[in-house]
């Protein structure tokens, strides 16, 4: 009799429908919108400089790529239900001590969320791989970001709004969204998935499958596309809002861009009909050089602080274009038998963009404004859109039916 109070899209069934994995996508961005416009102001106000901040985020993704390599390797001890909630409560342990605030446990807190993130990106990846048909990754993928689109949306001008209020607010909030993350995974009962059991020999190196990934073009270049593509809004998340603070036009500027530029999340649905009538190389390789020029320009142009927000707010399209079909030519190559590892090995690209970005920006820094990160994020989507010519021309594109007429 419970089971009628549990709204459809939460009911089990023996094979998840792909609105299940949209809530989880939804429940996920709550976490993590409501603090996206929140952690690097108050990263950047614990320690009071730019290229510190750069280091700290350097070092927690260098951390990050390697316990997310390491995430198959555990699952062979932990089962993959347990895995995933591991990560939820990392999410509550960074809450906490963001909460508590100062250059000590706001960088730690920075390195629980993305522990958490790389945890649970790879046990939900690994989920849709064993339980999505090849043909529907693209329906997945939209309808995740369209459930995904209204926290996106909402929460980096909800987080600094509410921080105007209580320093604790967005991570209170951030918690309860964490908890409900929780619940709905295990109302959901996806369990452990179809391929993974305890142990029965020895423990695979987490690193073996990483060559298996180095022969396969298709997945290097989807990896790729997908590490740019996220260094792009790493830029734009991190580097926007301090460079809005420097040139004299508050805090709260960035949060409210960001919250614009993710409502375009909402034509997810239409950007997949778009790719679907051209082809994923078309529309990767538009939304690449869209954002190259733009970031670039906004670089050029630091003199004049609101036309680069205007810039990178209209680059910003180009990424969730990106964010639409960027995934696809990864997702697609991908081989059954090796679901969980090549999750593992896509999950990477937040990691390496942790990584990469703020790499680059310290080196950046040390000779010239922030405005000279925007440049080389558009110099990044320029090689990208180099790299992207080499796909194929009907990846993604709908076939004819070889049945008989």
């Not at 499958?209 to 596309?225: C, E, T, V």
């Not at 390789?285 to 670039?296: D, N, P, W």
């Not at 609101?306 to 964010?323: E, R, Y």
């Amino acid at each position: 009799m419970a089971n009628k109070y549990i709204p459809l899209m939460l009911r089990h069934s023996a094979t998840p429908r792909i609105e299940a994995f949209a809530v989880l996508a939804g429940l996920e961005a709550a976490v993590r919108g409501v603090l996206i416009s929140v952690m690097p102001i108050v990263m950047y106000e614990a320690v009071q400089d730019a290229a510190v901040v750069s280091r700290v985020y350097f070092l927690v993704g260098l951390c990050s790529m390697v316990w997310g390599l390491m995430v198959p390797w555990a699952t062979r001890f932990l089962p993959r239900r347990w895995m995933y909630s591991t990560g939820c409560g990392l999410y509550l342990i960074a809450m906490l001590l963001a909460a508590q605030g100062g250059p000590v446990a706001v960088p730690l807190a920075l390195l629980c969320m993305a522990l958490a993130t790389a945890t649970c990106f790879v046990c939900f990846n690994a989920y849709v791989l064993d339980y999505v048909a090849r043909a529907d990754l693209g329906r997945t993928q939209s309808l995740q970001m369209f459930y995904a689109a209204t926290p996106w949306a909402v929460g980096p001008m909800l987080g600094v709004w509410l921080r105007d209020h209580g320093a604790a607010l967005p991570f209170l909030l951030a918690a309860v969204c964490a908890l409900l993350l929780l619940s709905a995974f295990w109302v959901l009962r996806l369990g452990n998935g179809k391929q993974i059991q305890r142990a029965r020999g020895p423990a695979v190196n987490p690193l073996a499958y990483l060559g298996r990934f180095f022969r396969q073009p298709r997945l290097i270049a989807g990896w790729l596309f997908a590490v740019i593509r996220s260094c792009g809004w790493w830029v734009y998340v991190v580097y926007l809002p301090i460079f809005c603070i420097e040139a004299g036009l508050g805090d709260k500027v960035g949060g409210v861009a960001l919250s614009i530029s993710n409502a375009l999340l909402f034509l997810t649905p239409v950007l997949l009909r778009l790719v679907h009538r051209t082809s994923v190389r078309r529309a990767v390789r538009g939304a690449q050089l869209l954002c190259a020029i733009t970031f670039t320009a906004a670089g050029l142009l630091s003199a004049w602080p609101w036309i680069v927000v205007a810039g990178l707010m209209i680059g910003s399209t180009g990424l969730v274009m990106l964010d639409t079909a960027g995934g696809l030519p990864f997702m697609m190559s991908v081989k059954p038998s090796e679901r969980v590892e090549m999750a593992a090995v896509y999950s990477s690209f937040r990691d390496v963009s942790g990584i990469l970005t703020p790499g680059v920006a310290w080196l950046v820094l040390l000779a010239a404004p922030i405005a000279g990160v925007f440049v080389a994020s558009g110099l990044g989507f320029a090689t990208a859109w180099g790299i992207a010519g080499k796909l194929h021309p009907r990846l993604g594109v709908a076939r004819p039916s070889r049945g008989g007429a």
